[in-house]
């Protein structure tokens, strides 16, 4: 999705962006839980600066703000401000003292300085219309041991199961309430976007673990930056 499409798209989409992803991927496809999944893949983060890129309203500040405790910040990143003011509502209600909200471009960050010690990307990477220059830059952000964990769709229809006959129903409320475009939902298109970002990861990080979801549409990705070693975190069974 290019960025003009993002703005007017997720500003319009931030009035009820809540209420429909509690209803589309919390109650009729039970996806929500997999927010803490991906959280959890970063370890032990207490203390640490966390980049949360593409927050959206804040869905994973009360995760991330439990993890990294009191001494912890979280850097909330997203080219919408229809969904920071939302994200900034969330953060008033909470008064959290340790998040700070920033307005960019996923694919080049400008204007946001590291190091961090981790970076959460849930459901935004595979709507970035440079997927390839969006991990080069959040990677280069990150220190030398740092953890990255990725939730999002390496394709639009799953391989098997009812959602793969539903897809022409649900494609189409996506597009039309702007969540994504006719290019974000073309899952072959989809698939190649997400083996060449699978592949730079692979020549920027230690390791990097993959795992699915969602009858193999779901794609679950973590990882070690380059540079001092820990122990690998095990993948959630």
């Not at 769709?153 to 475009?181: H, N, V």
């Not at 794609?219 to 380059?226: A, D, F, T």
Request: net charge negative; glycine share 10%.
């Amino acid at each position: 999705m290019q960025l003009a499409d993002v703005s007017r798209n997720y500003d319009f989409a931030s009035r009820y962006y809540d209420s429909l992803t509690e209803i589309v991927f919390g109650w009729i496809l039970g996806l929500e839980k997999l927010r803490s999944r991906t959280v959890d893949l970063l370890g032990d983060i207490e203390g640490a600066t966390v980049l949360d890129l593409g927050c959206g309203t804040g869905r994973n500040f009360s995760l991330l703000t439990a993890k990294v405790g009191k001494h912890g910040k979280i850097v909330g990143v997203d080219y919408s401000a229809g969904m920071l003011e939302k994200a900034a509502q969330r953060i008033r209600k909470n008064n959290w003292q340790n998040i700070e909200l920033i307005r960019g471009d996923a694919a080049q960050l400008e204007g946001i300085s590291g190091p961090f010690d981790a970076v959460v990307a849930i459901w935004v990477l595979g709507i970035v219309y440079d997927l390839e220059a969006a991990i080069v830059r959040v990677t280069e952000l990150m220190r030398p041991g740092g953890i990255i964990s990725i939730l999002d769709f390496g394709k639009s229809r799953p391989d098997r199961g009812l959602l793969r006959w539903l897809f022409p129903l649900y494609s189409m409320a996506l597009k039309c309430t702007g969540i994504d475009s006719a290019e974000d939902l073309d899952s072959a298109k989809l698939e190649v976007k997400w083996a060449r970002g699978k592949e730079v990861l692979r020549k920027r990080l230690a390791y990097l673990e993959e795992d699915h979801y969602l009858d193999g549409a779901g794609l679950i990705l973590s990882g070690q930056k380059l540079g001092q070693t820990t122990e690998e975190p095990a993948m959630p069974t």
